[in-house]
């Protein structure tokens, strides 16, 4: 009989990450707001030292921005960044879907449509944090189906940074109704396995979402 394999605890900054981070996605920090290193750390019941390797990884990210002789500072995205990100995301993210086109199975196939039928929901309901949630699972899971690990992981940490302000361009009137519409169409081109026309897509889907984000 195998010997059970003990699994090591997961380090304090680590959850301290993570927590961190939740609380900028959430803005309870916000854009441009000042991390109190000495604040957090005490409302933790941590030390600082947690607090800063917490720090070192979000600013890693891009989450935080760390200024001379100032600190630590939740990342402001400009426009310029926006355009940036949105020109590589859309880059990346129609290789992914030019790739799933090829090589995703039925049973993968089924189980993104399976997603887009709780967009749809989500979008009928007008429940914008559902919408937002779903949304990400679909893309992640043409992720899942391209198979490139190296690739995702670009994209999950451009999309840290995008996370910043995502929401409120989906708030936009209309916005959400559009993204929809997108989402119908890069299914469809997928179920048809159809890689040029789903490439095409998911490239003018971060188009529109660039222009929404203006």
């Known amino acids: ?16 990450a993570e927590r961190l981070r939740n609380s900028i996605f959430s803005h309870e920090y916000a854009p441009g707001a000042w991390i109190d290193e000495q604040a957090i750390a005490a409302e933790y019941g941590i030390s600082r030292t947690p607090m800063r390797e917490a720090i070192k990884v979000l600013a890693a990210e891009g989450l935080i921005t760390m200024k001379m002789r100032r600190g630590a500072y939740v990342t402001e995205v400009s426009k310029s960044d926006l355009n940036q990100i949105f020109t590589v995301l859309a880059l990346l993210e129609g290789q992914a879907c030019r790739e799933a086109a090829t090589k995703a199975t039925e049973k993968q196939l089924e189980a993104l449509d399976s997603i887009h039928l709780k967009l749809e929901r989500a979008a009928a309901d007008r429940d914008l944090d559902e919408f937002f949630a779903i949304n990400q699972s679909f893309h992640e899971k043409i992720q899942e189906i391209s198979s490139n690990p190296w690739m995702k992981r670009t994209i999950d940490d451009l999309k840290k940074v995008l996370k910043l302000q995502r929401r409120d361009s989906l708030s936009k009137r209309g916005r959400m109704e559009s993204s929809l519409l997108e989402h119908r169409k890069i299914l469809s081109a997928l179920l048809a396995r159809d890689p040029d026309l789903s490439e095409k897509l998911m490239k003018e889907h971060f188009l529109q979402g660039q222009l929404a984000a203006k």
Request: charged share 25%; proline share 12%.
């Open 1 to 16: 009989m195998n010997a059970k394999i003990s699994l090591a605890p997961r380090p304090l900054y680590e959850e301290v």
